[in-house]
């Protein structure tokens, strides 16, 4: 089976560009999360969608960025405009809930460079 | 405030030996943890979990061990195998639900 798909895995680009990182979530999993990694916050987490509907944006640091969920297998996460701080390792994950206590699984992350 | 705390970021093992590695939370609220697990250039993946019911699981060379009054659990792995070698994540929520909190990681060498 295919796990949660991120592209790009390695994105390398100027202050103020827009950034789109893409998703691909496990095929039959109803909820996906954002999470980024620093070295400072570890690995918190940006956005929880259900269903497809935004649940939980909580954890979106600014304006600048933005998550989009258009159907059950694809979402992504903008960032503009970019800033060197937004420099990290960003997660999607999915799960299937439903079923008490299924774990969420991760993708490989894309490292995002922002110079 | 962190809530989940890893305070040991690194830990060496012998391989054979167990490798015991330690989480302590604050949140009394929690009642499921998670461990993940993580190789470099790669995501999190999910390696074993506990309801606060309980107070071991076990799978395989993995076991965890959860004290509610002390508010800690820990992952025991014996015997370890080199491919052990990564950084490990404990992770808890409150009710099973989506929002899980991570502690900072621990990463195990396990030395052939």
């Known amino acids: 089976d295919a796990g949660v798909i991120q592209s790009p895995r390695h994105e390398v680009t100027e202050m103020g560009q827009e950034v789109t990182l893409r998703c691909k979530p496990i095929s039959g999993h109803n909820s996906l999360f954002w999470y980024r990694q620093t070295m400072m916050r570890g690995l918190e987490l940006l956005i929880y969608?259900?269903?497809?509907?935004?649940?939980?944006d909580s954890g979106m640091p600014e304006d600048r960025f933005s998550a989009k969920m258009p159907n059950a297998s694809f979402s992504t996460l903008k960032i503009q405009p970019s800033e060197p701080r937004d420099s990290a390792v960003y997660f999607c994950?999915?799960?299937?809930?439903?079923?008490?206590?299924?774990?969420?699984?991760f993708g490989d992350g894309t490292r995002l460079s922002i110079l | 405030d962190q809530q989940v705390k890893q305070n040991s970021p690194s830990l060496s093992v012998q391989e054979g030996r167990i490798s015991i590695l330690n989480c302590d939370y604050t949140n009394s609220m929690f009642d499921y943890f998670l461990w993940y697990k993580k190789y470099p250039a790669e995501g999190p993946t999910f390696l074993i979990s506990i309801s606060s019911i309980k107070d071991k699981n076990e799978d395989g060379r993995f076991t965890v061990f959860l004290n509610k009054s002390a508010k800690h659990l820990s992952l025991h792995i014996v015997p370890s195998q080199p491919g052990d070698s990564a950084v490990y994540f404990c992770a808890a929520s409150v009710g099973g639900t989506y929002k899980y909190i991570f502690g900072t990681g621990t990463r195990l060498k396990v030395l052939a």
């Open positions: 969608f259900n269903n497809n509907v935004p649940i939980d």
């Open positions: 994950a999915s799960r299937k809930t439903g079923d008490s206590n299924q774990p969420q699984h």
